[in-house]
């Protein structure tokens, strides 16, 4: 299959573009963005051409993965969506619940897969936990709590104009949601409080009737900085296995070929941009109670 990258920074170069690069089925036919200097520089790192011009790429390719911030992606993504193409997305799909519909919507409309690219979903030891609290009961609730810091020196991220607004309800926001999910089952209800800075704690409210919560920012003081996620219920607790430095290139190629599949068979991936659609609603919810 044809892919045409949009997207020029810190995760393009690291993640999509590599791996794009590498999967087998895969032609990576050209890199667009926002600035034509940078995706010259991508693109010769890659291998393949650079585009002036977003709808030539698009012309050009069977799919298109995404590597922009959410309020660029929705637009690009509905451009593409109108032609046919499958769409491999960030999260969050839109910082507007409008703007993930128009996305999946358009999708429908005109016969493209897509799938939102959840990382712990694709991780196999992520995947292998999902499967034992899947496959057992006794299960009531869980937690994530996601402390990372942006502001450090060096920190790829640190110059993220999105994320430095947004803080981490929307940018590991998304995170806490799919993997909550995917242990627990489908989130029914938010309720969010927020704290200093950015941030903000989530109690969710599961459709099995598990309750579950995540503590999140992206702000948080250096020597805080951590990750942790489990169940618990009637077995005890069942932590999360901790990611893999090198893991996320890896992921980010299953779930290439997974839209691959998708596209193929004409079968929806669970993490589709009807999802995209429940994660960017529930963020917009617990956006509109913390004010």
């Not at 590599?18 to 995706?39: K, N, Y």
């Not at 926001?173 to 995917?182: F, K, V």
């Not at 950015?198 to 920012?217: I, P, Q």
């Not at 839209?259 to 609603?281: E, K, M």
Request: proline letters at 7%; one cysteine or more.
């Amino acid at each position: 299959m044809r892919f045409g990258l949009i997207g020029t920074g810190p995760w393009a170069h690291r993640v999509h573009g590599p791996a794009l690069s590498s999967t087998p089925g895969v032609e990576l036919v050209g890199v667009w963005g926002r600035s034509a200097e940078r995706a010259a520089a991508l693109g010769a790192t890659l291998g393949c051409p650079s585009y002036d011009d977003v709808e030539a790429l698009i012309a050009e390719v069977d799919a298109v993965a995404f590597a922009v911030p959410p309020d660029v992606q929705a637009d690009l993504a509905v451009l593409a969506a109108r032609s046919g193409r499958h769409l491999l997305l960030e999260k969050p799909v839109s910082l507007l619940t409008e703007g993930a519909v128009a996305v999946r919507d358009t999708a429908r409309a005109h016969g493209a897969a897509s799938l939102v690219f959840h990382t712990d979903r694709f991780i196999p030891s992520a995947r292998g936990w999902f499967t034992e609290v899947q496959g057992s009961e006794g299960w009531r609730g869980g937690w994530l709590r996601w402390l990372s810091s942006l502001q450090v020196p060096g920190n790829a991220f640190g110059a993220s104009p999105w994320r430095q607004a947004r803080g981490a309800l929307w940018d590991i926001g998304p995170h806490a949601i799919s993997t909550l999910t995917g242990a627990l089952g489908p989130i029914e209800e938010v309720r969010a409080t927020g704290g200093a800075a950015d941030l903000v704690v989530l109690a969710f409210g599961h459709a099995s009737g598990a309750t579950s919560t995540a503590t999140l920012s992206v702000f948080a003081p250096p020597a805080a900085a951590g990750f942790e996620a489990a169940v618990w219920g009637d077995r005890g607790v069942l932590p999360m296995p901790p990611r893999p430095d090198d893991a996320v290139l890896d992921a980010f190629r299953t779930a290439v070929a997974e839209l691959v599949v998708s596209a193929t068979s004409g079968v929806a991936h669970p993490l589709d941009a009807s999802f995209g659609v429940h994660v960017v609603g529930l963020l917009a919810d617990a956006a509109r109670q913390l004010g």
